[in-house]
């Protein structure tokens, strides 16, 4: 089972025996709002991105020129790996996935998923089966977990914008990183 605590910021992969894995995330304004339940039903390594219908009728200076997606690999938002929320058959559009903005882990910003840096979420891909259930912490159960202060960590951040023709290019030089055996990524089992 996942616990994510979006008022403090943590995500919590809980083991058989109750002891549990603790990473730091950054959340975005919207997901901070999410009270339900969900289960991973799709996880994707260098996943693609595309923006929401309602992230462009939001924001379409910020993610309008994204309409179309964008390919995975280094510089893709949802970084090294996702894994996909799904409430019964039908996408939240949440998600749990890496992410290359170091400074948004411990913040609320962006729009609505739950970010995590990119080792975390490669070291937690094989480790989460499909049909995971992730739990959502309420503001009361934070408080009375963490503590007022680190329930209330971190601070609204603006949206960071790239210009297409960066992020394109980025993506189209990068692409996904292919590992060799002299790497040490997959005898570490990544």
């Not at 992969?13 to 549990?20: K, L, R, S, Y």
């Not at 408080?143 to 290019?169: C, D, H, K, M, Q």
């Amino acid at each position: 089972m996942i616990e994510a605590d979006l008022h403090a910021k943590f995500l919590y992969f809980i083991q058989n025996d109750g002891m549990a894995w603790r990473f730091p995330i950054g959340v975005g304004r919207q997901g901070l709002s999410m009270s339900y339940d969900t289960v991973i039903k799709r996880k994707e390594q260098w996943p693609s991105w595309t923006p929401t219908q309602n992230m462009l009728k939001r924001e379409p200076e910020i993610y309008g020129e994204y309409r179309n997606g964008v390919p995975g690999g280094l510089a893709n938002p949802l970084g090294a790996r996702a894994l996909y929320l799904y409430q019964g058959n039908r996408d939240t559009y949440y998600r749990i996935h890496g992410t290359n903005d170091l400074g948004s882990i411990g913040n609320s910003g962006s729009a609505g998923c739950i970010r995590m840096f990119n080792h975390d979420v490669i070291f937690l891909f094989p480790k989460v089966p499909m049909q995971t259930r992730v739990t959502i912490r309420d503001y009361a159960d934070s408080v009375a977990i963490e503590g007022e202060a680190v329930a209330n960590r971190g601070r609204e951040l603006p949206p960071t914008y790239v210009p297409p023709e960066e992020l394109y290019s980025a993506a189209a030089n990068s692409g996904p990183p292919q590992f060799g055996a002299a790497s040490g990524v997959e005898s570490l089992g990544y």
